[in-house]
């Protein structure tokens, strides 16, 4: 896109607006976008000086925020399938240690060009040679919120300290438009109490956000038990660390009076469902109660590793299920909540709801056009679009996707990077990292 396309107006017209605004409003409508905000939603919008786009064809969703991945890991899938999770994690521990910046960039971009084309314009990072996912991320156009994986000295395959590490990624990457950088300690299963501390401290001094697992599994919590006498997250709690903005994925395995200090804390979840039921975690996170204690939920894919998908639209469809299963209650966690999840919910995760999450004057214009043609979202009906949202829709619905009103996806095609050349190199990257194939 040249600069003179960057800079002109957006308008389109007539679509059907799923707004997720506070009344979550559904209407037919216009948007004008402006200097990479909404300047109009709703009817007859002015199109002097725009590009024009007719959407009656067309479902306009704000973006998805994934809130919880391991985006370079895309050329790892299918790499680890079907263990348990410490085998899991010793296969995946000894691939880390081969993996240089180049392939963590190549698998990088292979992972943000799926996203896009999902229609998530927004995810959570949590690894290392973020450098490395976040010039992917600036190249294919995305919002990225990137992590750098933050553990014991002695525990790490990083060259250097990994909180030296991390502070030096903070400051590169301190004044970039789609790129925030923030600290990620990776877990209690590798990290101490002074790690913990000194990330926090680090996440203040740069007014950032902390990300970071949690009670993701059984084991997890029983061992940190037999070392400390605390369960994670009053460990935690004790030690201090809960004093700033954070995110923890999985948060599965809580007692009451861990889900009471999340939410008094304002502990933002990001529910992994795909993953935890495909690692066989055993347990369900208990949103309901952590909702209801004021904790912010969002959701997450994990890594392609543990999912084998970074797809949102299924994440939803998963994340419902689940909990009305679990609960035996065909209400919980409705198709209107499930989109608030991977929408609004993300953002509010995020500390970004003021910008992103909803389709509303004033907030940045990140969103995709659903094609309502598509079989996926028949009968193409307003009051039917939200569960279809949540429990049907393909990513093959999705026509055109938008960061800052500017195209990253269009008629299903990347607009900023060449899918065939980023598949290549994603493959290449896999060839050196995954065991010889059997002759």
Known sequence: MTPAERSRPLVVRDALLVTQDARRAIVRGDLRVEGGRFTHVGASAPTDGADVVDGRRFAAVPGFVNAHTHVAMSVLRGLADDLELDGFLGRLFAVDAKRTERDVE??????????????????????????????????????????????????????????????????????????TPL?????????????????????????????FHLS?????????????????????????????????????????????????????????PSSNLKLASGGVAPLVELREAGAPLGLGTDSVASNNSVSMLREMHVAGLLQKHQRWDATVFPAQELLDLATIGGAQLLGRSAEVGSIEVGKRADFSLFRLDHPSLAPARPEAIVSHLAYSA???????????????????????????????AGEAAAEALWPASPR
Not at 140 to 157: E, Q
Not at 254 to 272: F, K, N, W
Not at 411 to 418: I, M, Q, T
Request: with cysteine; net charge negative; proline share 2%.
């Open 106 to 179: 190549a698998g990088a971009r292979a992972g943000i060009a799926e996203m896009l084309l999902g229609g998530t314009t927004s995810f959570l990072d949590l690894y290392y040679f973020e450098d490395a996912v976040a010039r992917a991320a600036e190249s294919l156009g995305i919002r990225a919120f990137l992590g750098w994986a933050v553990l014991d000295a002695d525990k790490t395959t990083q060259a250097g300290d990994p909180l030296d590490n991390a502070r030096g990624f903070l400051d590169r990457w301190a004044r970039h438009e789609l790129v």
């Open 183 to 211: 600290v990620a300690p990776q877990g209690v299963y590798v990290c101490g109490r002074e790690t913990w501390l000194r990330a926090r401290e680090l996440a203040e001094q740069a007014g950032t956000l902390c990300h």
């Open 216 to 272: 993701e599994t059984r084991k997890e919590v029983h061992d940190h038990e037999e070392r400390t006498g605390r369960r994670p997250a009053v460990w935690l709690e004790e030690i201090g660390f809960f004093t700033g903005r954070s995110v923890a994925a999985h948060a599965v395995w809580l007692t009451g009076e861990e889900i009471s200090i999340l939410g008094r804390r304002a502990v933002g979840i990001a529910h992994c």
């Open 394 to 424: 393909s990513e093959e619905a999705i026509d055109s996707v938008y960061v800052e009103g500017r195209p990253v996806v269009r008629a299903r095609a990347l607009v900023r990077g060449n899918a065939s050349e980023i598949r290549a």
